[in-house]
């Protein structure tokens, strides 16, 4: 791979990319608990409440302009207790995946996610997405339990598995 550049996304020039790296997701993988393809309105709609919240959507780009993956938290409980803690997801299109994009990606969240004052970072992984689990693993973070069978989709039952870094940690 030659030059790549991570940037903060934008609706203006992302949001196509963004949508197909999602659509992907929904329709080939667990990744996403959804089953309808998400529309360029849905996409509008996700940018103006990570904004609203200050939080950021960190892509990946190659030398082309190509968005190649992307990473964003939120909130991960939306009570005042839970201010500190937000839950994160990662994206790398189909294309580009097993080049370390990933890692990079959470990587720069986690140093965002620093900068802001977090605490903890959560991820939520299909249990059977071991590729994202030894990710994870290998990025510091533990596991903190699974809820069995919470989501249903291509005919069986999922398990969600809950990783979580406590971002002031040195590993």
Not at 12 to 35: P, R, V
Not at 46 to 66: S, Y
Not at 70 to 84: H, I, V
Not at 123 to 131: E, F, H, K, L
Request: net charge neutral.
């Amino acid at each position: 791979m030659n030059t790549v550049n991570m940037i903060e996304c934008s609706f203006e020039k992302h949001a196509s990319q963004i949508l197909n790296i999602f659509n992907h997701a929904i329709l080939h993988s667990t990744a996403l608990y959804e089953y309808e393809e998400r529309s360029l309105n849905d996409v509008k709609h996700w940018f103006e409440n990570k904004a609203l919240h200050h939080f950021p959507v960190i892509g990946i780009e190659n030398e082309h302009g190509i968005l190649m993956g992307f990473a964003s938290y939120g909130t991960f409980r939306n009570f005042p207790a839970n201010l500190y803690t937000v839950e994160h997801s990662v994206y790398v299109d189909q294309s580009y995946r097993g080049k370390g994009l990933a890692i990079q990606l959470i990587q720069a969240l986690m140093q965002k996610a620093k900068q802001q004052g977090m605490h903890t970072m959560i991820g939520g992984i299909d249990a059977s997405n071991v590729a994202s689990i030894a990710l994870h693993k290998k990025l510091g973070f533990t596991h903190a339990g699974t809820l069995s069978e919470v989501g249903f989709k291509f005919g069986r039952w999922l398990d969600l598995a809950f990783y979580q870094k406590i971002l002031n940690d040195q590993n």
